[in-house]
Nanobody, 116 residues
Framework: QVPLVESGGGLVQPGGSLRLSCAAS????????MGWYRQAPGKQRELVAT???????NYAGSVKGRFTISRDNAKNTVYLQMNSLAPEDTAVYYC??????????WGQGTQVTVSS
């Protein structure tokens, strides 16, 4: 039983696109703020994008204009559309669900590798 399961990662060439999905189960999805984070080898985990339960979005400066976060409450799923990918986007991408200080979940992560 895993509350959050990411999918859609893989190998893509520079300039390519990829869409990540995170399916939630066993939680009241519509009540949670959702986010995508990433961690490259030897680096700290960093915020990529968030979308609140009120559909407000926030992006890291490095991905703004290239990535789009969205959610479909009917499907209990949050997405990350990644366009114009570059090698520096290579990382393990993690899905996060947060309900203030009451509840916080992380997915297992999905590898995204951008290389020619």
């Amino acid at each position: 039983q895993v509350p959050l399961v990411e999918s859609g990662g893989g190998l893509v060439q520079p300039g390519g696109s990829l869409r990540l999905s995170c399916a939630a189960s066993g939680i009241s999805f519509s009540l949670y703020d959702m986010g995508w984070y990433r961690q490259a080898p030897g680096k700290q985990r960093e915020l990529v994008a968030t979308i609140t339960r009120g559909y407000n979005t926030n992006y890291a400066g490095s991905v703004k204009g290239r990535f789009t976060i969205s959610r479909d409450n009917a499907k209990n799923t949050v997405y990350l559309q990644m366009n114009s990918l570059a090698p520096e986007d290579t990382a393990v991408y993690y899905c996060n669900a947060n309900w203030g200080q009451l509840s916080n979940y992380w997915g297992q992560g999905t590898q995204v590798t951008v290389s020619s």
